[in-house]
């Protein structure tokens, strides 16, 4: 036993700079599961064990993942922030996924909100620029094919 609690210790110090990011992705995890099964049973869905599996394979592979880019930037490329980057991909990938699950629940889009938010605002000019050269590029695509 006393070997056991030994090396649950030394994991514990080894993974501690690594541990803020695991529980943040956590969190995520279990937000987005929430709000997945709140959605289901608003709009009278199945929930099935197969969709729970999915979240605790999440939990696993995400962690992994996290883990492995940490060693990596860690101990073998110390100049490229593996860590932050993997970490971003990932909680990115569950912010959407729990802003989908919010537009199932309550039928608007928080997206399409935001930006109806920030055009309020005095960067509506910028908006507006980057939406008419996207619309402009599109027609010009379109021109030339």
Request: hydrophobic fraction near 50%; charged fraction near 20%.
């Amino acid at each position: 036993m006393e070997r056991i609690i030994k090396f649950l210790f030394w994991l514990t110090a080894l993974l501690s700079p690594v541990n803020a990011v695991m529980v943040t992705m956590v969190f995520l995890i279990i937000v987005d599961f929430i709000t997945g099964a709140y959605a289901s049973v608003k709009n009278k869905i199945a929930i099935r064990s197969s969709r729970i599996g999915h979240t605790v394979s999440k939990f696993f592979i995400y962690n992994l993942v996290i883990l492995a880019a940490f060693f990596l930037e860690e101990h073998i490329v110390n100049e490229v922030p593996f860590l932050k980057i993997i970490a971003g991909f990932i909680a990115i990938t569950e912010i959407k996924s729990i802003l989908e699950n919010y537009n199932a629940i309550y039928g608007k889009n928080p997206f399409k909100a935001l930006v109806n938010l920030i055009k309020l605002t005095p960067l509506k000019e910028t908006i507006e620029t980057l939406t008419e050269d996207d619309t402009s590029s599109k027609k010009n695509e379109e021109k030339t094919v």
